[in-house]
């Protein structure tokens, strides 16, 4: 399997040389789309037939326009910073249609909410499942003595105030609350700010909260959109500052996350983030339930959420699997959402797992599922993802919520070069070296060598006379 990954250029495999016109393209698109009650669709190419452009152009994910978003969202971030809560209270009655008497609760000040036990098992478990595997990444400290008496070392701090955005637009996500402050916790981040939408009466979810109140959350901001995310950027009157903001958001947020950190407020964000999106590549093993099913799961988040289904090898009753689509999504409650999504997402028919797996890496899906026999052997082959769900019994659900994973993972092609969040995401890292006089007299001469090299004489000097003061204690020693 290593030589066909390697050779897969050259092979006339997913970039072969064979060539097709847009016109050729768009008609087997037209022939291979399927439409339901709720105008579901999803356009379908054969990689074999596709030129190395235009494969390439089946990466790009739908268009976000942040010039104009730029230019809504910049007014909110100078605003905010200028009038504080006062702004962040206006800008929530313009969007929300909530009154607000205050924006920050503290958490410990708030009753405990009251769950069904049912719910609150599921939040229990959720919560256990991340700790474990969060606590699990904690990073062991070593000490490398590199030559004698010079000894380095790297040793972790966490961030000391950190804002945690939990959506609550479309959907309520105490999921998020989850994913984003227990690995907080675990760090040890002194202060802990959740921002999230208040309900119409200007109470926080109660799941939200709970999950808060049980992961070490300190603050939670009743805010959402721009303002939140301005904020605890800015602080205000009633909100901390922090020094790093994380979590999912639409194209507003996302673009105040951008505008911030390239701002005086000096802070840092998770990564750049973009609409849910979902990978699936499928053998005739598969069952076509499953995976309409993992298909609509991402399609509902929102109708710019982006979903693909790989075809690997023949084999695989791909009406069926349209058929099964168009069932689940007409009974779906957001399958006004998912046609949506379905309209700009795709099917691709690759001739091996092979070529479906090098497409894969191409696109870089923020939840790759391998729904094929033998699917583990195909890990050590996948290069660019956030998440990945091997097998036909691990739906992406269950990263979403209980699995122990985390679910805030780089969209939009960034899988490429970001993770998800972890541990990490909470800690900085401080580097640390001692030198004894022996490590000096050793080492000292070489990194003088180095600094005349450059002309940076003082940097030289700091080595050369601590060198001459070792040279005359010993001398002195000597008599």
């Known amino acids: 399997m290593d030589c066909r990954l390697l050779s897969i250029n050259r092979s006339g495999g997913l970039f072969a040389s064979t060539r097709i016109t847009h ?65 962040v209270k206006d800008y929530t009655r313009r969007f929300d249609k909530v009154e607000l008497d205050t924006i920050v609760e503290n958490v410990n000040d708030l009753p405990d909410p009251v769950l069904d036990p049912a719910v609150q098992e599921a939040f229990d478990v959720a919560y256990d499942n991340i700790y474990a595997f969060h606590a699990a990444q904690k990073p062991v400290e070593k000490i490398v003595e590199n030559m004698e008496g010079v000894r380095c070392k790297r040793v972790a701090r966490c961030i000391s105030s950190v804002g945690l955005y939990v959506p609550g637009g479309t959907a309520v996500l105490p999921s998020t609350a989850l994913m984003l402050s227990v690995p907080a916790q675990i760090a040890g981040c002194k202060t802990i700010v959740l921002a999230t939408p208040p309900a119409q009466d200007g109470s926080i979810c109660k799941e939200v909260l709970y999950c808060a109140k049980k992961a070490g959350v300190t603050h939670i901001l009743k805010a959402g959109g721009a303002q939140a995310i301005s904020a605890m950027a800015w602080g205000s009157e009633s909100c901390p500052k922090v020094e790093k903001i994380y979590g999912p958001g639409n194209q507003y947020v996302t673009a105040a996350k951008m505008i ?4 005086e407020a000096m802070i840092s964000i998770d990564m750049p983030a973009g609409p849910s999106e979902v990978l699936v590549i499928a053998d005739k093993h598969a069952s076509p339930v499953h995976i309409a099913a993992d298909l609509l799961s991402q399609a509902e988040h929102g109708p710019d959420s982006q979903v693909v289904l790989v075809v690997a090898g023949e084999g695989v009753d791909v009406t069926a699997i349209e058929d099964e689509i168009d069932k689940q999504c007409n009974s779906l409650p957001r399958g006004a959402f998912a046609s949506k999504a379905l309209s700009h997402s795709f099917i691709v028919h690759a001739r091996d797992m092979v070529e479906a797996i090098a497409f894969s890496n191409l696109y870089a899906p923020e939840h790759l599922i391998i729904n094929v026999k033998d699917a583990e052997k195909w890990e050590s082959f996948v290069e660019n993802a956030g998440s990945v769900f091997l097998g036909e019994w691990t739906p992406e659900s269950v990263g979403d919520y209980a699995s122990g994973t985390n679910h805030v993972l780089p969209t939009y092609g960034y899988a490429r070069m970001y993770s998800g969040v972890s541990l990490d995401s909470f800690l900085k890292y401080i580097t640390v070296q001692s030198l004894t006089e022996e490590g000096l007299r050793k080492l000292g001469p070489y990194v003088a060598t180095m600094a005349e090299i450059e002309g940076l004489d003082a940097h030289k000097r700091a080595v050369t006379l601590r060198l001459k003061d070792i040279e005359a204690r010993q001398l002195s020693n000597l008599r």
Request: hydrophobic share 30%.
């Open 23 to 87: 016109q050729r393209l768009s008609s087997y698109s037209q022939r291979r789309s399927f439409y339901c009650t709720t105008n579901c669709s999803m356009k379908s190419y054969k990689l074999s037939d596709l030129s190395r452009t235009e494969v390439d152009s089946l990466k790009a994910r739908p268009r976000i326009d942040f010039s104009s978003i730029f230019s809504v969202v910049q007014p909110i971030v100078d605003d905010v910073r200028t009038r504080g809560d006062a702004a």
């Open 260 to 263: 911030l950190q390239n701002s």
